[in-house]
């Protein structure tokens, strides 16, 4: 180690929000960088509550032991405290290099390069591709990162931001998560996979529809029945639960059915669930599905308010999404319907529709959660309603802690950059007192949990 406590080589942060649950993005990125010899160490920061006070100075030290070159990913609602930390690890180890991506810098990549000097780069999109050439490039001491996907750095005064090239894109295609070399990650009892990258849809809260173009990327199954081998392998054996976390996997039926038939025939049928979509979903593919080892099945319901339903282009109604769904319950152990309120043209009459279904739903065994709507940039509705946003700490999150029991200097950065932390931020609504009062009780059915429902890399 040097006098300034940097060390040669590369670091890999990230962080568990939940302990059974071992991180994708980190083996994907293992794979990366493995594949291209980059020498490089994995640490994984545990954070299964924000109620922790010290969270912030744990968080900094967490950081001082790393390499010359770190890279960390998160998603938005943790890059207040990621950032007030490396601010702190700059000022006391300015050799160090800080490169940041995953979803939440990706969608602001060029505003934390300008308003946060201490920030090195950010690596926009998917990261198996690039990370392991600018990492190369760093430690070999390289100065031109001209040709390196999707990065955003400076040169000189200058910001530069990198075009995403099609290699960065097939190099997730052609991807295998090497859980072996993320730690703890053999000790998970659930692990995520993907088949596919993209969605057809167009619901207005979702910024694929704008970004993705409506195309779907497609895994060769082939591929991903080998990387399930390759986890048992490392497992010895031992069987798990994977979840399929594609947005869109049940779109293409074919597919699917190929992708059982592959796990039948490679002995890879264990318990896993997926992503339902109520307007594809009938009894013949829930069959298919539960022969062949899915348990659990999570549905996007949104709202149980037909008005709202079509405001945000769901392409379905309350009454078929009720009709799915408990027709799911016959065929899943679990059926999960999520909601999500406060949109920015949301009233006190759509809300009670929505806890009216939650209600019923329940009733019937179907575990129900519900979201305040937490902005999307790029999404429609926030390019109609992006600039009337409010900061509140009325409203709880399931996502990130009540701006009001946050550290002072996360509060500050989000009070002084909405641009950059606007997650924080919530969608104005007309009659915001009585919608508040509904959400408390609503979440009331959440049963303490907090279900992630996007997941990128």
């Given at each position: ?81 990621v ?12 050799e ?7 979803i ?36 070999r ?8 996907s ?29 859980f ?71 779109v ?5 059915q ?52 079509k405001?945000?282009n769901?392409?379905?109604c ?43 739903l329940e009733s ?36 990130h802690?009540?701006?009001?029991r ?12 909405p ?22 009780f609503g ?15």
């Amino acid at each position: 180690m040097h006098k300034n406590g940097t060390r040669k080589g590369l670091t890999l942060v990230f962080f568990q929000h939940y302990p059974s649950v071992a991180n994708l993005a980190a083996a994907y990125l293992a794979f990366g960088l493995y594949t291209q010899k980059v020498p490089f160490r994995i640490k994984v920061f545990r954070l299964y509550t924000y109620k922790n006070s010290g969270l912030l100075k744990k968080l900094y030290r967490f950081f001082t032991k790393t390499e010359k070159v770190v890279a960390i990913g998160c998603f938005s609602h943790m890059l207040p405290y990621v950032i007030a930390a490396l601010k702190q690890l700059k000022k006391h180890y300015p050799e160090k290099l800080v490169i940041l991506g995953g979803i939440g810098p990706t969608e602001v990549a060029e505003d934390i390069i300008r308003e946060f000097p201490f920030i090195d780069f950010v690596i926009k999109g998917c990261g198996i591709e690039p990370l392991p050439r600018l990492a190369g490039a760093l430690l070999r001491g390289g100065r031109d990162f001209s040709d390196i996907s999707g990065l955003v750095y400076r040169n000189g005064r200058h910001i530069m931001s990198n075009p995403v090239t099609p290699a960065s894109k097939e190099a997730f295609l052609n991807a295998i998560a090497f859980f072996h070399l993320v730690p703890g990650a053999l000790r998970a009892t659930q692990y995520d996979i993907l088949t596919a990258r993209g969605c057809i849809y167009k619901c207005t809260f979702c910024q694929i529809p704008v970004l993705g173009g409506g195309r779907i990327e497609y895994k060769d199954i082939c591929k991903v029945a080998g990387e399930l081998k390759l986890l048992l392998r490392a497992r010895k054996n031992k069987r798990f639960h994977f979840s399929v976390i594609d947005e869109a996997f049940v779109v293409n039926r074919k597919r699917v059915q190929a992708f059982c038939m592959l796990l039948r025939r490679n002995r890879l049928v264990m318990p896993w669930s997926c992503y339902g979509r109520i307007d594809r979903m009938d009894e013949k593919l829930m069959r298919t599905l539960s022969d062949n080892g899915c348990e659990r099945i999570f549905y996007g319901f949104e709202s149980g308010s037909d008005r709202i339903l079509k405001k945000v282009n769901k392409g379905f109604c309350v009454a078929d999404a009720i009709r799915a769904i408990l027709l799911s319950k016959k065929y899943f152990k679990k059926v999960i319907a999520s909601f999500v309120c406060m949109y920015p043209f949301e009233t006190k009459k759509d809300f009670l529709k929505t806890l009216a279904c939650m209600a019923f739903l329940e009733s019937k065994g179907i575990e129900v959660a519900l979201h305040p709507l937490a902005p999307i940039k790029d999404s429609l509705l926030f390019r109609r309603y992006g600039k009337h946003l409010s900061l509140t700490s009325g409203i709880e999150s399931t996502f990130h802690s009540r701006i009001n029991r946050m550290p002072q200097e996360c509060t500050q950065l989000i009070r002084r950059y909405p641009h950059i932390f606007y997650l924080y931020y919530f969608y104005k609504v007309k009659d915001v007192t009585n919608l508040t009062r509904l959400l408390a009780f609503g979440m009331k059915m959440n049963h303490g949990r907090r279900y992630v429902v996007k997941y990128g890399l």
